[in-house]
């Protein structure tokens, strides 16, 4: 009877003898790369392929710095030098590569270059035809294929972020025969409702797998598209034609449905701490109109009609009070200078004197006789004394001596 062998240790037998195989292990393998994939570490896994099949292959990060002098990628025709080993636990054998060197382009990443290159020629890629995203997008249309991780990613991130956005799936295919037909059918029946954002992409895969993404009529529905589209097509290391015509690449579907789906938690605490200071905001200012009003009423108590109006009365009160005064004052000046006046005018009165025994002499014609020499003998005279008038004649003249003497 045959031995039972563990299957660690069919592995190791398998390891052995690639081991012992020289032309193993230094071995130079030419192919497409496809599935690349730039892991975390530093390392780079890839797999090499040809019309009749596929290697595995790995480049550890430590040789990188001196067999690799390039951005290695989906679609390079490379030749790459390494050894085939077993990986012993998986039981799986795959090509280690200690140099990688370029070696034309495959017949994919050709396509892949000339179609870009005519589309930018034709102002596809141009930023003027960009759509902005909708910042508060409330109706999302989806393209992609109704299983898989990226429908599935894309509506958990759209619940946890805002479960009141509407999600409209367009279930297309995304890869194989009839996927760019499928997925330019998607958003040309999604642009017709009216949505806010369409996301259309999938999730990672080789370069053939995405190859619907780089299809000119899928590059021609998104550019025609009305609506905004976001372009969410495999991993962050994946570049396809609708990345570039898209109006937003999002590096994996995840990502899109953040791009698409405005967080609605953090809305709302905006809007709350919006709402907080627009209230204090309203406080100050109620405030300070309180304070303008308040000033505005003392100055319109200062100027108020009514209270104008009494003081002037009261002022025109006092004016008057003091006009009486100043009247007064001015008529009892006035009376005591028309008694003096009067009283020099009684001390002058010729009846004054008249009634002390004098008397008033005047010519024929009325007028006072000052001096004798004012009459002539003969002459009529009048002389008026207290009780009435005397009328005399002249008999004679005598000039006082006095007189003469001067």
């Known amino acids: 009877m045959a031995g039972i062998y563990s299957v660690s240790q069919v592995n190791s037998y398998i390891k052995n003898m690639f081991a012992q195989?020289?032309?193993?292990?230094?071995?130079?393998?030419?192919?497409?790369v496809s599935n690349c994939k730039y892991h975390g570490s530093g390392h780079i896994y890839f797999t090499l392929k040809d019309k009749g099949g596929t290697l595995g292959a790995v480049m550890f990060a430590g040789q990188r710095r001196t067999g690799l002098h390039f951005q290695l990628q989906e679609g390079q025709q490379v030749v790459v030098s390494g050894a085939v080993d077993v990986?012993?636990?998986?039981?799986?054998?795959?090509?280690?590569?200690?140099?990688?060197?370029?070696?034309?382009?495959?017949?994919?990443?050709?396509?892949?270059?000339?179609?870009?290159?005519?589309?930018?020629?034709?102002?596809?890629?141009?930023p003027e035809?960009?759509?902005?995203?909708?910042?508060?997008?409330?109706k999302v249309g989806v393209v992609t294929a109704p299983t898989g991780a990226a429908i599935r990613d894309i509506m958990n991130i759209t619940s946890r972020r805002n479960p009141y956005v509407q999600l409209v799936l367009y279930p297309a295919l995304v890869?194989?025969?009839?996927?760019?037909?499928?997925?330019?059918a998607g958003i040309h029946a999604l642009d017709g409702?009216?949505?806010?954002?369409?996301?259309?992409?999938?999730?990672?895969?080789?370069?053939?797998?995405?190859w619907a993404f780089n299809e000119e009529t899928v590059a021609r529905a998104i550019f025609e598209c009305h609506t905004p589209v976001i372009s969410a097509v495999g991993?962050?290391?994946?570049?396809?034609?609708?990345?570039?015509?898209a109006d937003l690449r999002a590096p994996t579907p995840s990502a899109a449905a953040e791009l698409a789906v405005f967080d609605y938690r953090q809305f709302e605490d905006q809007r709350l701490l919006y709402e907080r200071n627009l209230v204090r905001a309203m406080g100050r200012r109620m405030e300070r109109l309180r304070y303008r009003m308040e000033q505005c009423r003392l100055r319109l108590r200062i100027h108020?009609?009514?209270r104008q109006i009494r003081e002037k009365r009261q002022q025109l009160l006092n004016r008057e009070?003091?006009?009486?005064?100043?009247?007064?004052?001015?008529?009892?000046?006035?009376?005591?200078?028309?008694?003096?006046?009067g009283g020099r005018l009684h001390g002058l009165s010729p009846l004054a004197k008249i009634s002390g025994g004098f008397g008033f002499v005047a010519d024929g014609s009325g007028k006072r006789l000052e001096s004798v020499h004012d009459v002539q003998a003969g002459e009529e005279i009048t002389v008026r004394i207290s009780d009435g008038k005397l009328t005399a004649q002249v008999t004679g003249i005598e000039e006082a001596e006095a007189v003469r003497d001067i």
């Open 235 to 245: 991993h962050e290391t994946d570049v396809t034609i609708a990345d570039y015509v």
């Open 175 to 184: 890869q194989g025969s009839g996927a760019a037909e499928s997925i330019a």
């Open 321 to 341: 009070e003091r006009l009486g005064q100043v009247m007064e004052q001015r008529i009892q000046a006035a009376k005591h200078r028309l008694a003096l006046a």
């Open 87 to 126: 990986y012993e636990r998986d039981g799986r054998y795959q090509l280690y590569a200690k140099k990688i060197e370029p070696d034309g382009l495959g017949g994919l990443f050709e396509r892949f270059l000339r179609l870009r290159s005519e589309l930018e020629e034709m102002g596809m890629f141009s």
């Open 21 to 32: 195989d020289f032309a193993l292990s230094r071995i130079t393998v030419r192919g497409e």
């Open 193 to 210: 409702l009216g949505l806010d954002v369409l996301i259309v992409g999938r999730g990672g895969g080789s370069i053939e797998d995405l």
């Open 304 to 306: 108020d009609p009514e």
């Open 129 to 138: 035809y960009k759509q902005p995203i909708p910042k508060y997008a409330m």
